[in-house]
């Protein structure tokens, strides 16, 4: 890699961590009219970026409002690299149903699992807030989809997350289950059935990853 483009794309990984959108976009335009391919702009600009956001996040050094700003920033130039990604034919390498449990219609959490997992190579199916379990079975079923993500901000509402495991295993569909949300926990987890829990996005991603490759390797 010529260093001029090494260059950038460092650039574009701190102007995601800085949450400056706009530079990040017009760094975005620079590597593509460089030739650097869509794939690499993602996954050592804008996926390096976001990486160091979310290790920040999880040592509780940044919050909330700052991932948020670093989120908006790749989602920009995401919208400009994801109809090249999707021409250039690379397959998904799995299928992830969203969706934030009926009753509850936060989605912040939800929204950026979803743009991580997108980043990192997986079709994810995002079926919005106050999702039902037949929601969620019908989307299972459709896009024949290897993992459900499920959220929920509320302690009422995340009590949900258990009929919906249950209707799906009653369906004997073969997904991996992961939640997570503000009030959910690893022993709750454990508790309703889920197969996983993600404190953060960064965790999301990595139980995606390891129940995909867990299914290509059986």
Do not use: W
Request: aromatic letters at 4%.
């Amino acid at each position: 890699m010529n260093i001029a483009i090494e260059e950038l794309l460092q650039k574009l990984a701190i102007s995601v961590i800085d949450g400056k959108h706009l530079e990040a976009v017009e760094l975005t335009k620079q590597l593509l009219a460089l030739n650097h391919t869509p794939k690499e702009i993602l996954d050592n600009g804008l996926l390096a970026g976001m990486n160091v956001v979310g290790q920040r996040f999880r040592d509780n050094i940044i919050f909330v409002p700052q991932v948020l700003i670093s989120a908006r920033a790749m989602k920009f130039s995401l919208a400009i690299l994801e109809p090249l990604l999707a021409d250039s034919n690379i397959p998904a390498i799995g299928t992830v149903i969203m969706g934030t449990v009926k009753g509850d219609i936060h989605d912040i959490g939800k929204n950026i699992v979803s743009m991580m997992l997108r980043g990192n190579g997986f079709k994810v199916v995002d079926i919005g807030i106050d999702a039902s379990h037949e929601k969620f079975i019908d989307a299972v079923k459709k896009e024949n989809a290897q993992i459900v993500g499920m959220s929920a901000l509320l302690t009422t509402t995340m009590l949900y997350m258990k009929a919906v495991i249950e209707k799906l295993k009653g369906e004997k569909l073969p997904v991996k289950i992961m939640i997570g949300g503000a009030p959910v926990s690893k022993a709750f987890a454990d508790q309703i059935g889920a197969d996983a829990y993600g404190k953060n996005a960064s965790e999301a991603v990595r139980l995606a990853r390891e129940f995909v490759d867990q299914e290509n390797n059986n």
